[in-house]
């Protein structure tokens, strides 16, 4: 456990390091792993293993069909979906629009997507889940609970309806900014319009409320009936079943099976939060981390208070990197281990394709042939994984599974989980004599034995009769834009996971902390709605050519004009001083940044707007395209020790910061 070891957001779009990773972490070990999600979707995840049973079965809008989509802190138009793959967005909420539907936008900045939306409205930032309990509060005061969803959860209702009794949409207009009429109408749009959802993304996890807020979010599609209805949100049925596949491998997922040796923090799915790396590394003592693997990512840039990390990553005895890129948190490793660019890999989008919102599955091969020995991050880890066995005495038969593993590589793995599915191969006149055995012998086996899971997976399941069949790459190749698997349909209650086969609609985890969310709600009606003084609510954004750190090192995608620039509000510009294009600092109580201000009545009063994932001015790396377009690090000013209790989820939107023109010098000028 002295070996930390960190995971970026670019292995999920890379099936081979997906592939890789568990054998390799297994190898590796250690208990102190960290990766992205506790900076992303943790609250997502946490709320599916609590209510579905599983923590990978995310539910998805079902965007072509639905006639209302309220959209609560994302920005689809940026970030092509998130947690919803979503191709030509642009396009389908076109096409929802002619069809007669409504797209609705809550912000409190008027993004790219807002600015396509029939309504916007601001909502202060880390007030979401009060608009939330203020609609739910409407809906059982005007009696607009779905009778039919009753049937699909288990929980207790009352509970909800005393959870959102003194959330009243008045007292919750003083928190949010948004009217008491403006919050009973879009509860009464939710639940009167047969085919609409209620969706929430980065605005609403990513806070100190993140939990509960995404909680609330799938309680309202719930109890609204429009969980598991066409237009609403449905499950996806991928051509590789990650959730079945985890379900029977027994990594559904957990929480708090045991605890971060500095702050206590609970684990998720055997990870800890990222805003305690730090901690882990600079704090002395028994268990601290003294050497680090990093696989793809750049934590610095991307995680709360970079220069801690910067200070924690230096401090190590030993560190290691998988990562092509020489970057700010990578200048740090003692070995770099460069693996193929994506152009030189071959590609199978095994998580994305289980967020889509149509059933799909494309496959391209690699363009690129790699030079000399170069070797792919599933070369890489699995390479490592072998040896590390090896050097804690691993015996042959354990070494041969490494051997095979290998030489079957990412591809022949996936082509047997495509074969494998429910959209394999076609058994034709085959199809009685095995399904006989089949049975026999899910008769004979265990009820929970994998085996069973696997046979349920597979074209012998008659529910998957209607289904295409003949998938492999094979088949895959032989149509490069890829094959369209059908339209997202209802699932449930045969695709949940608990016990009990019903959603659990109020998780005691949940109810626990409602508590404290009551406690910031009478403190948020008393305070001044624009922010006090210098202090103005810090939130992220995205552009839609910056993936988070790893995409400013191409000249294609950071060209035109700066994108990491400070929005400002033009009332608070004029309050403070700042003017358009001049710089202004930017403070918190663990460091400060300079920025040039953009003054625009697309932000909110009361808040300020920093990309994230810029802050190329580090030295040490050698990254120059990135360098010249250097930027700064919205996560120098994020506090680390802000952490949402109930998920572990950093706190990435909502803190509070001083904001303060620099004073430049003018030249005096003589009259004529």
Known sequence: NAVGAYLGNPNVHNHGALLAIPPFAAALGTKNRFSATSNDQLPHMLANLEM????????????????LFICIGANPMASNGSLMSVPDFRGRLKELKQRGGRFVVIDPR???TAEKADQHHFIRPGADAFLLLAMMHTLFAEDRIDPAAASQFSGDLELLRLSALPYSPEQAALATGIEPEQIRQLAR???????????????????????????LLYVLNIITGKLDRSGGMLFTHPAVDTVALSGLTGQAGHMGRRY??????????GEFPASTMADEMLTPGDGQIKAFVTVAGNPVLSSPNGRRLDEAFEGLDFMVSVDYYLNETTRHADIILPPTASLERSHYDLVFNAMAVRNVAKFSDALFTPEGD????????MGLGQ????????NVSGDLRWRSLISLGPDRMLDGMLRSGPYGASLGRLRGP????ANLLEDLLPKHNPISGLLKMSTLDPRWDELPKGLSIAALRQAPHGIDLGPLSPSLPQRLQTRDKRVQLAPRRYLQDLPRLHDAFQLAQDSDPHHNGNDLYLIGRRHVRSNNSWMHNSQRLVKGRDRCTAMVNPMDA????????????????VGEITLAVETTDSVMPGVICIPHGWGHNRSGTRMSVAEAHAGESINDIIDDSQIDPLSGVSVLNGQTVTVQAVKTRQRKTASA
Not at 387 to 394: V, W
Request: aromatic letters at 8%; a positive charge.
């Open 374 to 381: 170069c070797r792919s991050d599933f070369q890489i880890l």
């Open 434 to 437: 095995l399904q006989g055995a």
């Open 260 to 269: 971060s040796r500095v702050k206590a923090l609970p684990e998720f799915g």
């Open 387 to 394: 040896r590390l066995e090896r050097l804690k005495g691993g």
């Open 52 to 67: 579905f049973g599983n923590s990978l079965m995310f539910p998805i809008p079902d965007m072509d069909h639905c006639d």
């Open 574 to 589: 004029s309050r403070l001083g700042l003017r358009d294009g001049h710089p202004a600092t930017i403070s918190s109580s």
């Open 189 to 215: 749009d939710l639940a009167d319009t047969p085919r609409a959802l209620i969706y929430g993304r980065i605005g609403t996890s990513t806070q100190a409320y993140g939990g509960v807020t995404t909680w």
């Open 110 to 112: 008027r993004t790219e």
